[in-house]
Every structure is written in structure tokens, then in C-alpha cells.
């Protein structure tokens, strides 16, 4: 499995990117897959996911209302739409495909098996 992950960029204070994430190799329908960030001297977060073929998706705290996780069975793509982007936001962010991730584990980087090369965010004041 390998993901590709696009989309990063710099960005004022308040507007908006699309990151996409292509995964190749296999579909990811049966898989969890997930947005993560890591900010410069911070620990990698989770941001949002979405677990296997269920419609249901899931975010952080800090993102949630702004960011809008989604997938594409038939291009076996999974957008972020950032919306309202803020300075904190800057970070680089990482798609992660779960083959096993069971629901209680989504938000964890260790239940993740594959991961993309990671795309950089910047947001400007």
C-alpha cells in the first residue's frame, strides 16, 4: 500500500486548502484512513478520520467545524477540506490507512500501518 499525499501550501489566516491523499496498492474500503499533523516541535495529532465504509467520520476538537474529512471509493482518495485556517494549523499533515484499526482506535497514530510522505501547511497572518 502507498500513499500519496498533495495539496499543502502557504495560506492566509482564514482561508482555505484541500489536501488529497491517493492510495494505491489496494482499496481502502474495508480500512480506516485518517488524517494526522505534526506542528515544528510537536508531537504528531490526530486531525480526522473515517472508519472503514461506514459514513461516519471523526475530528478533533481543535478542527472540528472547520475541517471536513471525506473519501472516494472510486478513486480511492480521501480529501481534508480546511476550512477558517488558523495560525496553529500549521503543521505538516500525514495520511494513514489502518488495515486492522478497530472504531475505539481511530484517533490513535499506533493502530496506522501505512503512512504518506506527509504534505506541508503554512498559514500566514
Known amino acids: 500500500v502507498q500513499l500519496q499525499a498533495s495539496g499543502g501550501g502557504l495560506v492566509q489566516t482564514g482561508g482555505s486548502l484541500r489536501l488529497s491523499c491517493a492510495v494505491s496498492?489496494?482499496?481502502?474500503?474495508?480500512?480506516?484512513v485518517s488524517w494526522f499533523r505534526q506542528a515544528p516541535g510537536k508531537e504528531r495529532e490526530f486531525v480526522a478520520g473515517?472508519?472503514?465504509?461506514?459514513?461516519?467520520?471523526y475530528y478533533a476538537d481543535s478542527v472540528k467545524g472547520r475541517f471536513t474529512i471525506s473519501r472516494d471509493s472510486a478513486k480511492n482518495t480521501v480529501y481534508l477540506q480546511m476550512n477558517s485556517l488558523k495560525s496553529e494549523d500549521t503543521a505538516v499533515y500525514y495520511c494513514a490507512v489502518g488495515v486492522s484499526t478497530i472504531l475505539s482506535s481511530v484517533r490513535q497514530e499506533s493502530s496506522y500501518n501505512y503512512w504518506g510522505q506527509g504534505t506541508l501547511v503554512t498559514v500566514s497572518s
Open positions: 473515517t472508519f472503514r465504509s461506514s459514513t461516519n467520520t
Open positions: 496498492g489496494r482499496s481502502f474500503r474495508n480500512y480506516a
